[in-house]
T-cell receptor, first 115, second 114 residues
């Protein structure tokens, strides 16, 4: 499978714990995006990388959230001191300059449940 | 702020009928729109897109219509099949090119009855 992959697919944690998610984009895609989706809602943009540079961050990305893409390939999203309101599906997408309108391909998501 | 919304949260159709899913957007500066399909437990899957310099674009069994005058977008699915059952989202590329983020609406659940 050469699509976007995310790990883990599911994560259950206790409030106050830290969690880290990983995203592997489609090979050679230089743009990578993180979105958050709650039940019944559309995905909400969190942040975006072009290669290793984080170019845009949403106001939704509080100081408890940090994303990295150190080598311009895979990315990690860490949430510190998790809260129940962080429970959601975290989606990763990737695209490349030159793709039709920079089409974003989404991964299957990581579902986070904070108890 | 800018937003993208849907008129109908749930649409139930008979297999073989045509489906029409509607979407309203508020950012008149947006120049690119996309329809995504999301099945349970999966990420959104690209269906079709359209740029603001077009009114209509056709794919395989799907057609997207854009009415910039009233800021309205629709997705037409011909001969709807059970496999089309999913949540459909419209999205716009925010900022009219100044950003690469997508702004999604809240989704319409399409239920295809056999």
């Amino acid at each position: 499978d050469t699509g976007v992959s995310q790990d883990p697919r599911h994560k259950i944690t206790k409030r106050g714990q830290n969690v880290t998610f990983r995203c592997d984009p489609i090979s050679e895609h230089n743009r990578l995006y993180w979105y958050r989706q709650t039940l019944g809602q559309g995905p909400e943009f969190l942040t975006y990388f072009q290669n290793e540079a984080q170019l845009e961050k949403s106001r939704l990305l509080s100081d408890r959230f940090s994303a990295e893409r150190p080598k311009g390939s895979f990315s990690t999203l860490e949430i510190q001191r998790t809260e129940q309101g962080d429970s959601a599906m975290y989606l990763c997408a990737s695209s490349t300059i030159g793709t039709r309108n920079n089409e974003q391909f989404f991964g299957p998501g990581t579902r986070l449940t904070v108890l | 702020g800018e937003s993208v919304g849907l008129h109908l949260p749930t649409l139930s159709v008979q297999e073989g009928d045509n489906s029409i899913i509607n979407c309203a957007y508020s950012n008149s500066a947006s120049d690119y729109f996309i329809w995504y399909k999301q099945e349970s437990g999966k990420g959104p899957q690209f269906i079709i897109d359209i740029r603001s310099n077009m009114d209509k674009r056709q794919g395989q069994r799907v057609t997207v219509l854009l009415n910039k005058t009233v800021k309205h977008l629709s997705l037409q699915i011909a001969a709807t099949q059970p496999g089309d059952s999913a949540v459909y989202f419209c999205a716009e590329k925010g900022g009219g090119g100044a950003t690469n983020k997508l702004i999604f609406g809240t989704g319409t659940l399409l239920a295809v009855q056999p």
